[in-house]
Structures are given as structure tokens and as C-alpha cells.
């Protein structure tokens, strides 16, 4: 097993790549895990921009949090938490991924840096833009919905890291509002997903 480090922050992504370490069973080095971490010299080594979540892997660097969380399903095979390569549950991996990233999480992060004074200062918001934030996530969200209602989880009615991903985009919309009883499915997912043991997504 190839050593892990993962440079981290408990309030970014990189809760999604803790809770698939957890997950997987895999131990690892956590480095920062304070905001000073962010757009620090070493930080910068593994990712450029400076941003978290990055790891370290067998020595070799990787960032942005699902191509880590991909890969950290990789190491633990017998953990089933992804589909192996080449087969039909990993192609709908990368499908739900790129749901994920593209049409829940843009959305409602979209609203949270017009919102928020997090990196955007309160004279950079655009908050006229966050009404069509809420509506765009909505609209995805509706399908989320819908193939929820035929099984609990999305690969094979089974729990995988896609949920990890896709959990913490509708765990984001939630957060900001979007979630409501006319999508029942995605917050009993929710909850599922937070009673499980190793879940990092932020309950409140």
C-alpha cells in the first residue's frame, strides 16, 4: 500500500477524500488541517493553486478532491467502493462525478462565494445571481430525485465513493436552502448517508 499524505482542512473538500480514506481503511499522514495551510509554500508543491484538498500518493502529487477520492477507491479493491476499470459501474462513476461537479456543486458554490465573505470580498458578490443558482440546482437536483427513487444508493443499490461525491454536492445545496420537501428522495439519501460511520459531511 503506497503511503498517503493528504493535506487538508475539515471545512473544504477535502472532507470528501478524509471520509474515502476512512472508508477504504487506509491510514494516512494529514498535513495543515488549519487555514493556514491554504496557499502555503509546501501546499503549493502539490498544487499550484495553492488550494485544498491535495494529496500525495506513492510520492506522486494529485489535487482536486474526486480525482483523490477516485484514486483512493483504487488502492482498497476489496473494499468495493468503485467500479474496476473498464466496466459498466465504472463508466456511471464518472457519470455521477461529473454530475456531481457540474450540476449540483457549481451551482450552489456559485451562490455560496456570492453570499458569503469566504473568498470573494462583499463589494466582488453578485448576489442578483443567486436566485438563478438556486433554480439550476433545483432543475438537477429534480433528476437526482428521480433515480433515488429506485434504489438507495447510485451504483448498483450499493454504497461507493460516488455517494461520497455526489453527497457532499447535495449536502452543499441543502446548506444554502435548495433542498425541500419536493425532493424527499435526495434528503432521505442524506440522511443515509450521514448515519454512516465514517461520514464527514457537515450535519447542521
Known amino acids: 500500500m503506497p503511503a498517503v499524505i493528504l493535506y487538508e482542512y475539515e471545512p473544504t473538500r477535502s472532507a470528501k477524500c478524509r471520509w474515502a480514506l476512512l472508508e477504504a481503511g487506509i491510514a494516512y499522514e494529514s498535513r495543515g488541517n488549519s487555514y493556514s495551510v491554504i496557499g502555503s509554500t509546501e501546499l503549493k508543491e502539490v498544487n499550484p493553486l495553492g488550494k485544498l484538498p491535495a494529496a500525495v500518493i506513492g510520492g506522486k502529487a494529485l489535487f482536486e478532491s474526486s480525482a ?3 484514486a483512493v477507491a483504487d488502492l482498497a479493491p476489496k473494499r468495493h467502493l468503485i467500479g474496476k476499470p473498464g466496466t459498466w459501474e465504472r463508466n456511471l462513476h464518472y457519470q455521477w462525478t461529473s454530475f456531481a461537479l457540474s450540476e449540483l456543486e457549481a ?21 442578483e445571481i443567486c436566485p438563478q443558482m438556486a433554480f439550476l440546482f433545483k432543475r438537477s437536483a429534480t433528476l437526482l430525485d428521480a433515480e433515488l ?16 461525491i455526489v453527497g457532499y ?5 441543502r446548506r444554502c436552502g435548495y433542498l425541500d420537501e ?12 450521514f448515519q454512516r460511520e465514517h461520514c464527514t459531511l457537515f450535519q447542521e
Do not use: C
Not at 458554490?109 to 469566504?118: C, E, I, Q, Y
Not at 427513487?149 to 461520497?164: Q, T
Not at 419536493?182 to 448517508?193: A, E, K, S
Open 68 to 70: 483523490i477520492v477516485t
Open 169 to 173: 454536492a447535495a449536502n452543499l445545496g
Open 107 to 127: 451551482w450552489a458554490w456559485t451562490a455560496v462565494l456570492n453570499s458569503r465573505t469566504l473568498l470573494l470580498s462583499k463589494e466582488q458578490h453578485v448576489p
Open 149 to 164: 427513487e429506485r434504489s438507495d444508493y447510485l451504483i448498483g443499490n450499493r454504497f461507493s465513493v460516488a455517494d461520497i
Open 182 to 193: 419536493g425532493l424527499p428522495n435526495v434528503l432521505r439519501y442524506l440522511q443515509r448517508l
